[in-house]
Nanobody, 127 residues
Framework: QVQLVESGGGLVQTGGSLRLSCAASGRTFRSYPMGWFRQAPGKEREFVAAINWNGGSTYYVDSVKGRFTISRDNAKKMVHLQMNSLKPEDTAVYYC????????????????????WGQGTQVTVSS
């Protein structure tokens, strides 16, 4: 069983920054492709960013390219999402997610590809 716990959300002004973290359990964390998703009130869950098992490949939704950076530390079993130049439209609950063991190097951008989910952390960007 894999457990994911997000932290780092909060309230920030437009143009500000936040760093989200996701702490994972499980002995084989290093083999999991990871992703961040977000869900705003009344909207479907949206892909934000993904990273493959060793951090060698990343993928972002167009709306966050150049502003957000996903990274991972396999030794510490952590995944991070650095969010800069935040906008009000980034306001949402952000979820960390993990795919089961996959050493193919692939990254995944659809929710149904992910096997494990955290409980979410709220990010609010004020205008």
């Amino acid at each position: 069983q894999v457990q994911l716990v997000e932290s780092g959300g909060g309230l920030v002004q437009t143009g500000g920054s936040l760093r989200l973290s996701c702490a994972a359990s499980g002995r084989t964390f290093r083999s999991y492709p990871m992703g961040w998703f977000r869900q705003a009130p009344g909207k479907e869950r949206e892909f934000v960013a993904a990273i493959n098992w060793n951090g060698g490949s990343t993928y972002y939704v167009d709306s966050v390219k150049g502003r957000f950076t996903i990274s991972r530390d396999n030794a510490k079993k952590m995944v991070h999402l650095q969010m800069n130049s935040l906008k009000p439209e980034d306001t949402a609950v952000y979820y960390c997610a993990a795919v089961g063991t996959d050493y193919s190097g692939a990254v995944y951008s659809t929710p149904r590809d992910y096997d494990y989910w955290g409980q979410g952390t709220q990010v609010t960007v004020s205008s």
